[in-house]
């Protein structure tokens, strides 16, 4: 990943409302949110609103599809991944128990699903 575009993520992320739009887009992970029921979780009007999700569209944080007349937005956590991947890459200076602690609270919340085939 190339430092403009991680620039460009974390600036769309420098804003409260739009930080609070890529959480709220997290929790909903992976079924995503119509646009309008963004807008009123968050008390935005919904002009405001299509700005911030323009922002965080354009810096590959979120991710928009259509289905019938709603527009669905969802998390890019793969964007997300590379972002803090680069911010980590040389983390440690080849110390990791420097990085462990950082490592742990990263990890997510819940465990991962098993596969139906084991």
Known sequence: MESEN?????AALAQSTRLDVFRLLV???????PAGD????????????SSHLGILSRAGLVRSERRSRSI???ADLIR???????LLRD????????????LDVMTPCCPAKESADG
């Open 6 to 10: 991680v620039i460009l993520a974390l």
């Open 27 to 33: 929790k909903h992970e992976p079924d995503g949110m």
């Open 38 to 49: 963004i807008a009123r979780e968050l008390a935005v009007p919904h002009n405001t609103m």
């Open 72 to 74: 669905i937005y969802r």
């Open 80 to 86: 997300l991944r590379e972002v803090m991947t680069f």
């Open 91 to 102: 983390c440690c200076g080849g110390h990791p128990d420097v990085c462990a602690p950082l």
